[in-house]
């Protein structure tokens, strides 16, 4: 199940869920039906999703409100607690700052009067996860430019074979994450530079968790199509979402994976103003 239907002006999900849709589908892997929940403000008496119905729900759903009824949020945490499958996408991270279960699902959320009540900041330092109780506002990042992602865990299913550090193409370095962070492994991480008002730290990209005996895959890339048209977040959307559904990795890495210092984007899935020209034949 891909989840959309609300959205902070940042994050629209109308662009972005026909692409994450065809990611998983093109594995031959993955039957996804897109279910939109009522706009901001909308009447959710009639929406009751049947989670039940699926192995994994991806969310692409950033929400400035916190509207759910109580019965829609006991629903969803019983299915992840019962092991459904859940993937946080991008700026579904922001949403729901005072929902606690929620907040345990994800591990750390930015954003949306987030800040020390939340949970204390988490990051690498000295190769090892620390926390850190500091106060402060959470969630920022720079300019979109490329950045090097570091593997910190390559015996893990998502990450096993993928170089230890590869080239993201221009996206958000999301940075300042706070949260409870608890049953938490952080997978990968990027620098953020102080040059790009970063943090000089090592900050988590991909991180899995456990709620109960759900599995969750959380990918703070992709903020626009741009950034979803890199070959490294395609994969490990494909990876990640394979491995909350299934436990179990199944796909190759493939062919034109970046390097440590080269973006590497999928053709077909850069938008089109921004396709370059065919190159032209020589005679
Ligand atoms: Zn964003």
């Not at 096993?160 to 938490?184: S, V």
């Not at 000089?200 to 899995?208: A, K, Q, S, T, W």
């Not at 979803?228 to 179990?248: D, L, N, P």
Request: aromatic share 10%.
């Amino acid at each position: 199940m891909l989840l959309d239907g609300q959205q902070a002006p940042s994050h629209p999900w109308e662009p972005t869920s026909p692409v994450l849709k065809r990611m998983l589908e093109e594995t031959g892997l993955f039957q996804v039906d897109q279910v939109t929940s009522p706009p901001v403000g909308g009447d959710f008496s009639n929406f009751k999703p049947e989670f039940t119905k699926y192995q994994a729900v991806l969310l692409n759903y950033d929400t400035t409100d916190d509207q759910w009824p109580a019965s829609l949020k006991a629903s969803f945490e019983q299915y992840v607690r019962n092991g459904g499958g859940l993937v946080v996408y991008h700026g579904a991270n922001n949403s729901f700052p005072e929902w606690r279960e929620y907040n345990l699902m994800i591990g750390i959320g930015g954003w949306r009067n987030r800040n020390e009540k939340s949970g204390p900041y988490w990051y690498f330092k000295d190769g090892k996860l620390v926390s850190d109780n500091s106060p402060g506002n959470a969630g920022s990042h720079g300019a979109r430019l490329p950045f090097q992602l570091v593997v910190r865990d390559s015996d893990h299913p998502i990450t096993k074979g993928l170089p230890k550090i590869w080239m993201h193409a221009p996206d958000e370095l999301y940075a300042r994450l706070r949260g409870p962070g608890e049953n938490m492994k952080v997978l990968a991480t990027a620098y953020s530079d102080p040059a790009n008002a970063g943090t000089g730290r090592d900050e988590p990209i991909l991180m899995v968790l456990s709620y109960g005996k759900g599995r969750i895959f959380h990918s703070v890339l992709g903020h626009d199509l741009n950034a979803m048209s890199c070959v490294g977040f395609i994969t490990t959307m494909q990876r990640g979402t394979e491995w909350a559904a299934t436990g179990k990795v199944t796909q190759k890495v493939p062919a034109g994976f970046p390097t440590a210092d080269t973006v590497s984007l999928k053709a077909s899935y850069i938008p089109a103003p921004e396709r370059r020209a065919p190159a032209q034949k020589k005679k």
